[in-house]
T-cell receptor, first 112, second 117 residues
Framework: AQSVTQLGSHVSVSEGALVLLRCNYS??????LFWYVQYPNQGLQLLLK??????LVKGINGFEAEFKKSETSFHLTKPSAHMSDAAEYFC??????????FGAGTTVTVRA | GAVVSQHPSWVICKSGTSVKIECRSL??????MFWYRQFPKQSLMLMAT?????????EQGVEKDKFLINHASLTLSTLTVTSAHPEDSSFYIC?????????????FGPGTRLLVL
């Protein structure tokens, strides 16, 4: 079975600072990995997805994530945080591109 | 972009009653929809896969007689929590794929918060 662990339930960053959200996965076979964002009272929106192509994946809103097999990690980064990045972020893993196992989520707050 | 809606967004009910939650794809047809539940500060857990015109497939540990799923059309799936109890209080989220293919992206609804008193 596959699973993900998100390190840190809450991250607070200053506007303009680096955003780093950590995700480690466990999977017996090469996985698909996802990052989703959820704004208040809205559905989950896909930020980016890894599907065994390039290990550095670029997503929407300036986010990117790097797949590191040796570390079983898929950390999400954004060089410069914006106030609009305040949201809940979920890492997810799948074996078949649609049946997802989610992490517990990380709440990001951005300080002015 | 594709939009998935859920109704109601909030529901409070008495213990022992049944509650129906609707999931609609607003601008596309979805042969497959998924139902998740999320407890506070926990992961989204997949409950079941809902296929249009056939029986839903439930994940291990999910009671199919407790959580009735109907996917009667290509734009609507419903989840009915039967004889709800306080432990069923949770955040229920659906997602949908466009008809004809399993696309790369699931489109998620905004969720329904259920409180059973």
């Amino acid at each position: 079975a596959q699973s993900v662990t998100q390190l840190g339930s809450h991250v607070s960053v200053s506007e303009g600072a680096l955003v780093l959200l950590r995700c480690n996965y466990s999977s017996s076979v090469p996985p698909y990995l996802f990052w989703y964002v959820q704004y208040p009272n809205q559905g989950l929106q896909l930020l980016l997805k890894y599907t065994s192509a390039a290990t550095l994946v670029k997503g929407i809103n300036g986010f990117e994530a790097e797949f590191k097999k040796s570390e079983t990690s898929f950390h999400l980064t954004k060089p410069s945080a914006h106030m609009s990045d305040a949201a809940e972020y979920f890492c997810a893993v799948s074996l078949n591109d649609y049946k997802l196992s989610f992490g517990a989520g990380t709440t990001v707050t951005v300080r002015a | 972009g594709a939009v998935v809606s859920q109704h109601p967004s909030w529901v409070i009910c008495k213990s022992g009653t049944s509650v129906k939650i609707e999931c609609r794809s607003l601008d596309f047809q979805a042969t497959t929809m998924f139902w998740y539940r999320q407890f506070p500060k926990q992961s989204l857990m997949l409950m079941a896969t809902s296929n249009e015109g056939s029986k839903a497939t439930y994940e291990q540990g999910v009671e199919k007689d407790k959580f009735l799923i109907n996917h009667a059309s290509l734009t609507l799936s419903t989840l009915t929590v039967t004889s709800a109890h306080p432990e069923d209080s949770s955040f229920y989220i659906c997602s949908a794929f466009e008809a004809g293919q399993l696309k790369e992206t699931q489109y998620f609804g905004p969720g329904t918060r259920l409180l059973v008193l």
